[in-house]
T-cell receptor, first 114, second 114 residues
Framework: AQSVSQHNHHVILSEAASLELGCNYS??????LFWYVQYPGQHLQLLLK??????LVKGIKGFEAEFIKSKFSFNLRKPSVQWSDTAEYFC????????????FGQGTTLQVKP | DADVTQTPRNRITKTGKRIMLECSQT?????MYWYRQDPGLGLRLIYY???????NKGEISDGYSVSRQAQAKFSLSLESAIPNQTALYFC?????????????FGPGTRLTVL
């Protein structure tokens, strides 16, 4: 069965620190990859997505992610976090041919200290 | 101007009660999904529907049922609520199959079963 693993469950950073959140998936075929963000009290919003092409994907609010097929990874990065980035972050995978179902990771809570 | 709406936003109920959560969308998407979110577990798929006549169980469908009343409406029912169904419930939509299977989420319903 497909699965998604996010290694960091709770991350605490100071403002201006760099961020990297890990995401690994288990599926040997072609995948679409997503990072969603959930700000406190809000619904999930798409940060970025990878379907094909350049494995370095840029999203909103300065976030980017790199798809490394050989490592089954899609890590999220941001060079300098802000207090407003405090949120929960979810990695999700859709395997092509999987009829549109997303498999989510457990989520990572990011707390940015001002 | 919400594209995916959920009602109610919060609900407290007692064990054994029947509860219905409703989801409506104005995005014109064919596909609709119900997830529950629990701390440390991410989002798990309860049911999904690819059109009005196509409804499928997700990974945790026991204790739940759904109804797709129209393309724009997808309801989730708990026939006899139990405390471990206390969770945050999200509805999501996506366009028809293809490359663009990003999902769009509603604001969530926080359900507490006492």
């Amino acid at each position: 069965a497909q699965s998604v693993s996010q290694h960091n469950h709770h991350v605490i950073l100071s403002e201006a620190a760099s961020l990297e959140l890990g995401c690994n998936y288990s599926y040997g075929g072609t995948v679409n990859l997503f990072w969603y963000v959930q700000y406190p009290g809000q619904h999930l919003q798409l940060l970025l997505k990878y379907f094909s092409g350049d494995p370095l994907v840029k999203g909103i609010k300065g976030f980017e992610a790199e798809f490394i097929k050989s490592k089954f990874s899609f890590n999220l990065r941001k060079p300098s976090v802000q207090w407003s980035d405090t949120a929960e972050y979810f990695c999700a995978v859709n395997a092509k041919g999987n009829t549109g179902k997303l498999i989510f990771g457990q989520g990572t809570t990011l707390q940015v200290k001002p | 101007d919400a594209d995916v709406t959920q009602t109610p936003r919060n609900r407290i109920t007692k064990t054994g009660k029947r509860i219905m959560l409703e989801c409506s969308q104005t995005k014109g998407h064919d596909r609709m999904y119900w997830y529950r979110q629990d701390p440390g577990l991410g989002l798990r798929l309860i049911y999904y529907s690819f059109d009005v006549k196509d409804i499928n169980k997700g990974e945790i469908s026991d204790g739940y049922s759904v109804s797709r009343q129209a393309q724009a409406k997808f309801s989730l029912s708990l026939e006899s609520a139990i405390p471990n169904q206390t969770a945050l419930y999200f509805c999501a939509t996506s366009p028809r199959a293809g490359e663009y299977n990003e999902q769009f989420f509603g604001p969530g319903t926080r359900l507490t079963v006492l």
